[in-house]
Nanobody, 126 residues
Framework: QVRLAESGGGSVQAGGSLRLSCVAS????????MGWFRQAPGKEREAVAA????????YYADSVQGRFTISADNAKNTVYLQMNGLKPEDTAMYYC???????????????????WGQGTQVTVTS
């Protein structure tokens, strides 16, 4: 059974940083696509970033490009999202997602992902 466990959320002031972690169990981490999504209250879930584990490809939403960095540690079956320069509009529940295949152009589409975590809350205050 695949399980994705997110951690690292919290409340920070604007301009601050957080690092989210997602530990995958029961899942072949290597050579698959791992993504981070977020959902703010009253809004649709949106893609934040994705990474092809074992390769060099990373993908980012325009809204976080240059501020967020996604990375993976294959030995620990963990994907990270380093978030710097946080803004109030980054406030959302952040979800880790795992695809059973490599990242495609559709990396930002929810239906590409087969497994989801429960989410971790990020709140950015002004």
């Amino acid at each position: 059974q695949v399980r994705l466990a997110e951690s690292g959320g919290g409340s920070v002031q604007a301009g601050g940083s957080l690092r989210l972690s997602c530990v995958a169990s029961g899942y072949t981490f290597f050579r698959n696509c791992m993504g981070w999504f977020r959902q703010a209250p009253g809004k649709e879930r949106e893609a934040v970033a994705a990474i092809y584990v074992g390769g060099t490809s990373t993908y980012y939403a325009d809204s976080v490009q240059g501020r967020f960095t996604i990375s993976a540690d294959n030995a620990k079956n963990t994907v990270y999202l380093q978030m710097n320069g946080l803004k109030p509009e980054d406030t959302a529940m952040y979800y880790c997602a795992a695809d059973d295949s490599p990242c495609l152009r559709t990396w930002s589409w929810e239906y590409e992902y087969n497994h989801w975590g429960q989410g971790t809350q990020v709140t950015v205050t002004s």
